[in-house]
């Protein structure tokens, strides 16, 4: 399987906690890109520009579920 989506190459993805189709990958193209596997190998949703550069990591909020934090090149959370 191979999802296709970001421009650039992926630094981080991370599967929602207690699910196995439902991830979010980030990526030095500066996007979000959120994914659920029952739906095919395209993002479902995505947030462009989240930082003003690379972005690092990503990883859900045990405290809400539907949160994510990301870490970036530009210093910003």
């Not at 196995?20 to 029952?38: A, E, H, N, P, Q």
């Amino acid at each position: 399987m191979q999802l296709k989506g970001h421009k650039l190459s992926v630094e981080d993805a991370k599967f929602k906690p207690g699910e196995k189709d439902i991830l979010c990958s980030v990526g030095v193209d500066r996007r979000v890109l959120f994914w659920d596997l029952r739906t095919g190998f395209s993002p479902v949703s995505e947030i462009t520009d989240a930082h003003s550069s690379d972005i690092n990591t990503v990883d859900w909020s045990c405290i809400d579920l539907n949160l994510v934090a990301t870490g970036s090149n530009d210093t910003k959370v």
